[in-house]
């Protein structure tokens, strides 16, 4: 079946702009994260949805970073006046939302942001 | 604070030879514990997974993973390595609410 999927694949941006990131998580799994992965930070969690609600906003690095889950599938993160700092791979991850923890959570391929 | 560390952070390894990589974590809740792998170009899999039962735990291609909770260790295993297990190994151990928390991956190079 379908896995994760996110859109773009690339986004080169210029500091300062807006820039909105795409998640489509498998069908059926109400768990969906946000991580983060970059050279000098590795891999970091973000946000964590329930359905449509994130009871884990804890990893948002900064209020210019926000997200949204809408019909409990799509979600979009959104990095407002975008710096340099945040050129990373951007992963989202869905899983089925019923045993928390100990659930194998499946990945998209990411999106690469470059800010300029 | 919750967090996870891996000591070997590029290791080099001829085909057959033994793998063993490094996993400590720092946790207080209800331990959960994974290892994933990211083959070049492709998606982050899992490798396998522990949260409780048999310490020993198998997963896939021959990979196996040992919980020792005395010394707050996970670590990978596998007997003969292969050119195809060239990738970025990550531990994680994961909250209750499945937020994962990574170390800082470790490249395995596999030279034919």
């Known amino acids: 079946g379908a896995g994760v999927s996110q859109s773009p694949s690339n986004k080169v941006t210029e500091k300062g702009k807006d820039v909105e990131l795409r998640c489509d998580p498998i069908?059926?799994?109400?768990?969906l994260y946000w991580y983060r992965q970059s050279l000098g930070q590795g891999l970091e969690f973000l946000i964590y949805?329930?359905?449509?609600?994130?009871?884990?906003k804890s990893g948002l690095p900064s209020d210019r970073f926000s997200a949204e889950r809408t019909g409990g599938s799509v979600s979009t993160l959104t990095i407002q006046r975008t710096q340099q700092e945040d050129s990373a791979v951007y992963l989202c991850?869905?899983?089925?939302?019923?045993?928390?923890?100990?659930?194998?959570?499946?990945f998209g391929p990411g999106t690469r942001l470059l800010v300029l | 604070a919750q967090s996870v560390s891996q000591h070997n952070h590029h290791v080099i390894l001829s085909e057959a030879a033994s793998l063993e990589l490094g996993c400590n974590y720092s946790?207080?809740?209800?331990?959960?514990l994974f290892w994933y792998v990211q083959y070049p170009g492709q998606h982050l899999q899992l490798l396998l997974k522990?949260?409780?039962?048999?310490?020993l735990v198998k997963g896939i291609k021959g990979f196996e993973a040992e919980f020792i909770k005395s010394k707050f260790s996970f670590n990978l295993r596998k007997p003969s390595v292969q050119w195809s297990d060239t990738a970025e190994y990550f531990c994680?151990?994961?909250?209750?609410?499945?937020?994962?928390?990574f170390g800082q991956g470790t490249t395995l190079q596999v030279k034919p």
């Open positions: 991850a869905s899983s089925l939302g019923k045993a928390g923890g100990q659930e194998t959570q499946y």
């Open positions: 069908s059926g799994h109400t768990a």
């Open positions: 949805f329930q359905g449509n609600s994130a009871p884990d």
């Open positions: 946790y207080g809740g209800t331990v959960n």
């Open positions: 522990y949260f409780s039962g048999d310490p």
């Open positions: 994680a151990v994961a909250s209750n609410t499945g937020k994962l928390i």
